[in-house]
């Protein structure tokens, strides 16, 4: 599966737009970008995910460049409750393990 | 909807004492994972099975680490014996393996581990 490279951490005014980059500049065709989220001492929250199209659930919207190099999710109100870590992760198949990198560590702020 | 539920939450034991983890997978689904966080190393993936059969146990860091799926609705991780550099949060997900989509896994909140 193709490495991600996300900022290390980003803060957010509460009621705006959180936009969380990532890059996956050696994803392949078949390769679905993932994004999870981990709120403190719980476990990882699926999020969305996408192939090449943008995405959007009741969550958050997800979208991919044309090369589909790099991707942003997008929470467009956050609110204090969106305070977790944020991860991107490109995967090939749909029931391999996911491989977790640091993540981004998003602070809304009040 | 249930989600997948894992026990004890907690666990504080001595060193060399055995320890099972449990896990019972969201109804239907047939992938069942096993991952472990730490400060140091983040969440690694130890094992994980497909319709009950173990695939890739290469993430079970020793022998002391064994990994059982005896139906599809129950799953144990067990360690024998312990030691401290074990406390670690040990999260076990799960999945459906519907053919042609891409689905999500689904995690429970996580064992946390504390080996004194």
């Known amino acids: 599966d193709a490495k991600t490279t996300q900022p290390t951490s980003m803060d957010c005014a509460e009621g705006r737009a959180a936009n969380l980059p990532c890059n996956h500049s050696t994803i392949s065709g078949n390769e679905y970008v993932y994004w999870y989220r981990q709120i403190h001492s719980q476990g990882p929250q699926y999020i969305i995910h996408?192939?090449?199209n943008n995405e959007t659930n009741e969550m958050a919207s997800l979208i991919i460049t044309e090369d589909r190099k790099s991707s942003t999710l997008i929470l467009p109100h956050a609110t204090l409750r969106d305070t977790a870590v944020y991860y991107c992760i490109v995967r090939s198949s749909g029931n391999t393990p996911l491989v977790f990198g640091k993540g981004t560590r998003l602070s809304v702020i009040a | 909807d249930a989600g997948v539920i894992q026990s004890p939450r907690h666990e504080v034991t001595e060193m060399g004492q055995e320890v099972t983890l449990r896990c019972k997978p969201i109804?239907?689904?047939?992938?069942l994972f096993w991952y472990r966080q730490t400060m140091m190393r983040g969440l690694e993936l130890l094992i994980y099975?497909?319709?009950?059969?173990?695939?890739?146990d290469s993430g079970m860091p020793e022998d002391r680490f064994s990994a059982k799926m005896p139906n599809a609705s129950f799953s144990t991780l067990k360690i024998q014996p312990s030691e401290p550099r074990d406390s670690a949060v040990y999260f076990c997900a799960s999945s459906s393996r519907m053919t042609g989509a891409r689905q999500p896994q689904h995690f429970g909140d996580g064992t946390r581990l504390s080996i004194l």
């Open positions: 099975f497909n319709n009950n059969v173990p695939i890739d």
């Open positions: 996408g192939l090449k």
């Open positions: 109804s239907g689904h047939n992938s």
